[in-house]
């Protein structure tokens, strides 16, 4: 592949922003364990990431959710069996097909999903805050870009704290 230039003149080597992005990995895995760290012993990182599914998407038939994280739907109803008997997640009858079952989080499976976010959200913030402006800058821009190439649609408009981490409008992102 070709090298591109890159507006500050600086060389496009895919090489170094693949090491970039694999550190900066490195520093969201630990981030996210650390705000695990106080649930570890009911919720593992997979089923969190059920949970956030459950949470912005509301209540989703099986085969949707495995579907959106990727693994076999024997897989998601696994994890999702474990997370009934945490009484963090519930099924229910989907109200426009008696004959299809919903899963949801329950208020308690909401509330660890609102501290363990809460926790990252802060801890995220402290290391945010020790950018330069147009480092948070040029950080928007480039995880925006990042996110977008992957696949990841982008969040509603801001208007208060992300579960994730960054601002966007909760009710509107667990309503879509």
């Known amino acids: 592949m070709p090298e591109r230039e890159l507006p500050d003149g600086g060389p496009d080597d895919v090489d170094a922003v693949t090491g970039a992005v694999l550190a900066a990995s490195r520093l969201l895995v630990a981030v996210s364990a650390r705000s695990l760290a106080e649930v570890e012993e009911r919720v593992t990182l997979p089923q969190f990431r059920m949970l956030m599914v459950?949470?912005?998407?509301?209540?989703?038939?099986?085969?949707?959710?495995?579907?959106?994280?990727?693994?076999?739907?024997?897989?998601?109803?696994?994890?999702?069996?474990?997370?009934?008997?945490?009484?963090?997640?519930?099924?229910?009858?989907?109200?426009?097909?008696?004959?299809?079952?919903?899963?949801?989080?329950?208020?308690?499976?909401?509330r660890t999903v609102e501290h363990v976010s809460a926790r990252r959200r802060a801890e995220v913030a402290a290391i945010v805050e020790r950018?330069?402006?147009?480092?948070?800058?040029?950080?928007?821009?480039?995880?925006?870009?990042?996110?977008?190439?992957?696949?990841?649609?982008?969040?509603?408009?801001?208007?208060?704290?992300?579960?994730?981490?960054?601002?966007?409008?909760?009710?509107?992102?667990?309503?879509?």
């Open 54 to 110: 459950l949470f912005t998407r509301g209540a989703t038939k099986l085969v949707a959710l495995a579907d959106h994280l990727q693994v076999a739907p024997s897989t998601a109803m696994r994890m999702v069996d474990r997370l009934i008997a945490a009484g963090l997640a519930d099924r229910q009858t989907n109200p426009d097909s008696r004959r299809e079952t919903l899963l949801r989080l329950t208020d308690e499976g909401r």
């Open 131 to 176: 950018l330069a402006p147009h480092q948070r800058a040029a950080l928007i821009e480039a995880l925006t870009a990042f996110s977008e190439a992957g696949g990841e649609p982008p969040l509603p408009a801001p208007a208060g704290p992300h579960p994730l981490g960054w601002a966007a409008d909760v009710t509107t992102a667990r309503d879509t």
